[in-house]
């Protein structure tokens, strides 16, 4: 595998731009130039010129950039030998994944993979992003899925699929006979929302601040942690909520449950695949993330 530094390095030799280097990798910046640092000093040399005007590749930068895309290639080359050679993939692999994703993404697609890959070992823990996150940093798990950002440095992300969040009623709810809501009328009609700590909550605080409504202007009737439960709540009439896409299939399908239409609110977030900064990791986990994202894009393209 391509020496991490040697990536960090080929990313800003490619960007000339250390701010622009650590958001394409998901680092902070102090850790790009501290990556820089131990390369200059292994190799005993500079291999940028910084000024006021940019940052150039020296002549040494020049032939460490070769080598490193010439890696970069071998690297590649080997993976997709591998890959063709069909490597059987196998041990056990520990994933925690938020709710959204786990209860409607992840039963079908790792039931595709396990067929694909049946000498791995899966085990798949389920709760909110903040115990997903906490799950993967205390080593309890390789690998986290989750909606939205993680909001951690320490962790690295791979954006596999997009989810959007609609706002729902009861099929005989008074919302659904009108064209078009105002943030009033949402504000006017009582709520239930996901609990503290999930993403779609922090999905969905987020989008309606955008859109000119905070959470304290809601008229907020229940909090929980059950997606089904709060789709049974909303189909009983109580009130509405705000929900994945991806949790609403059947209801939206067969009619129980209808999208409400609200001027000026389009709330999306990106589906994200967290493991610990570093290398891209080996073996059945790898092997997971590249079947999540192409399961996504099958999805995407109405295959799966």
């Given amino acids: 595998m391509l020496d991490y530094r040697l990536q960090v390095f080929r ?21 790009v130039t501290q990556h820089i640092k131990h390369l200059e000093e292994h190799y005993r040399q500079p291999l940028f010129v910084r000024s006021p005007g940019g940052v150039t590749l020296t002549p040494a930068g020049e032939t460490l950039l070769a080598h490193a895309r010439q890696v ?7 993976e997709q030998r591998l890959s063709e050679d069909q490597l059987q993939v196998a041990g056990a692999l520990n994933i925690a994944a938020s709710t959204t994703i ?6 079908r697609w790792l039931g595709r993979f396990r067929r694909k890959h049946p000498q791995v070992q899966l085990s798949l823990r389920m709760g909110n992003t903040e115990e997903v996150v906490e799950a993967l940093l205390a080593h309890r798990v390789e690998l986290g899925l989750i909606e939205g950002p993680s909001g951690r440095r320490d962790l690295k992300t791979e954006e596999f699929a997009e989810d959007e969040i609609v706002p729902v009623a009861a099929a005989d709810h008074p919302l659904v006979g009108k064209a078009r809501l105002s943030m009033e009328d949402l504000a006017a009609t009582p709520c239930v929302m996901r609990e503290t700590g999930s993403g779609t909550r922090r999905v969905v605080e987020t989008g ?60 999306t977030r990106p589906l994200f695949v967290l493991y610990p900064q570093g290398p891209r990791p080996p ?19 109405g295959e799966a």
């Avoid at 990313?11 to 850790?31: D, G, M």
């Avoid at 609403?248 to 449950?257: F, I, K």
């Fill in 11 to 31: 990313v800003v030799a490619e960007q000339l731009n250390f701010t622009r280097a650590a958001a394409r990798l998901h680092i902070s910046q102090p850790a």
């Fill in 72 to 78: 970069g290639e071998l690297d590649r080359a080997v």
């Fill in 102 to 107: 786990a209860q409607y993404l992840l039963p």
């Fill in 208 to 267: 309606l601040k955008r859109a000119g409504l905070k959470l304290r202007q809601l008229d907020v009737i229940l909090e929980i942690d059950s997606t089904e439960s709060i789709k049974g709540i909303v189909e009983s009439g109580a009130g509405i909520a705000y929900m994945s896409r991806l949790a609403l299939r059947h209801e939206l399908a067969n009619g129980c449950l209808r999208e409400l239409r609200v001027k000026g609110l389009r709330i």
């Fill in 283 to 301: 073996g059945p986990a790898g092997a997971v993330i590249d079947f999540v994202r192409m399961a996504a894009k099958e999805r995407a393209d």
